[in-house]
């Protein structure tokens, strides 16, 4: 297997082609908007094909995402910081080293808790035509990260949010 090609842009390093590589998270793509931040590990040039990977930066009292579920399984470890899981309109503290896992259709959201941002690492398995929803819950919605009414479409779920953007990588992730 070749090593793959890391090309530097001004908003972090992005494989251009397939095979291995090495790179540091600080030093990757990172997007953005009021959810939070989040730094993809590969590129539309080199996508991973059966796992998604995914560190996600969550500012306190912010959500990562709307509160959803998808036909998919994923995982979650929070690598630093602290924050809450809205599992099954379940709230749960979490800290750092906390094991997160989602059977496919497990409903979830994180939110940022604590005082400084949380830092998670996201991996899910990766499939065509993935089924997806957003079904309304009263703890989601406490944090922002609830819909009216469910939808299975994210353009409706995210409407209010800003396009996710590139980004800076962020300066203050932490050493662990």
């Known amino acids: 297997m070749p090593e793959a090609t890391l090309e530097r842009t001004e908003h972090g390093s992005r494989p251009v082609s397939e095979g291995w590589f090495v790179v540091n998270v600080r030093e990757t793509r990172w997007f953005g908007n009021e959810l939070g931040r989040y730094a993809l590990l590969d590129s539309d040039d080199a996508r991973f094909d059966q796992v998604g990977v995914a560190v996600g930066m969550i500012l306190p ?77 009263a703890a989601a919605s406490k944090y922002g990260a609830g819909v009216e009414e469910e939808t299975s479409v994210p353009s409706v779920a995210y409407g209010r949010f800003a396009e996710d953007l590139p980004v800076p990588p962020p300066e203050e992730l932490p050493d662990l």
């Not at 579920?69 to 995982?75: G, L, N, S, T, V």
């Not at 800290?95 to 991996?123: I, N, Q, S, Y």
């Open 61 to 137: 009292g912010q959500p990562n995402a709307m509160y959803h579920a998808e036909d998919a399984q994923e995982d979650f470890l929070v690598l630093s910081g602290e924050c809450v899981l809205i599992v099954e309109g379940q709230e749960r503290q979490l800290k750092a080293w906390d094991f997160v896992h989602c059977p496919p259709m497990t409903e979830h959201v994180f939110v940022g808790a604590g005082d400084r941002p949380c830092v998670v690492l996201a991996v899910g398995a990766r499939r065509q035509g993935r089924a997806l929803v957003y079904p309304a819950n």
